[in-house]
């Protein structure tokens, strides 16, 4: 069974860094066959890309949302069953809740964005609040 649990979420001053966890389990973060990416959705927004990575990107495997190039960073465990989202110079506008998730078919991530409606299994979410 695909599952996918988020964790090391809370709350952040403006410019501070936090990591967040996903420990995955029926699978590993191979990308012969999947997608996976970190997705998030703030209050009254709809849910975004962050960043994803996947074999089928010409010049990837990673994609990063103009919104945090530079600021955020995707890694994997050596073992493959957990990937993490560093966050680094963290503002008030990424405040939200965190979504890991990976996509059965191998596609939603491209080099023009990443399309959340490819992505098949989503994890529960961790919240992320930054704020003075």
């Known amino acids: 069974q695909v599952q996918l649990v988020e964790s090391g979420g809370g709350l952040v001053q403006p410019g501070g860094s936090l990591r967040l966890s996903c420990a995955v389990s029926?699978?590993?973060?191979?990308?012969?066959?999947?997608?996976i990416g970190w997705f998030r959705q703030a209050p009254g927004k709809e849910r975004e890309g962050v960043v994803c990575m996947s074999s089928r990107v010409s010049k990837g495997p990673t994609v990063y949302a103009d919104s945090v190039k530079g600021r955020f960073t995707i890694t994997r465990g050596a073992a493959k069953n957990t990937m993490y989202l560093q966050m680094n110079s963290l503002k008030a506008e990424d405040t939200a809740v965190y979504y890991c998730a990976r996509a059965d078919s191998g596609y939603g991530c491209y080099e023009h964005g990443i399309n959340k409606y490819d992505f098949d299994h989503w994890g529960q979410g961790t919240q992320v609040t930054v704020s003075s």
């Open positions: 029926g699978f590993t973060l191979e990308l012969d066959y999947y997608s």
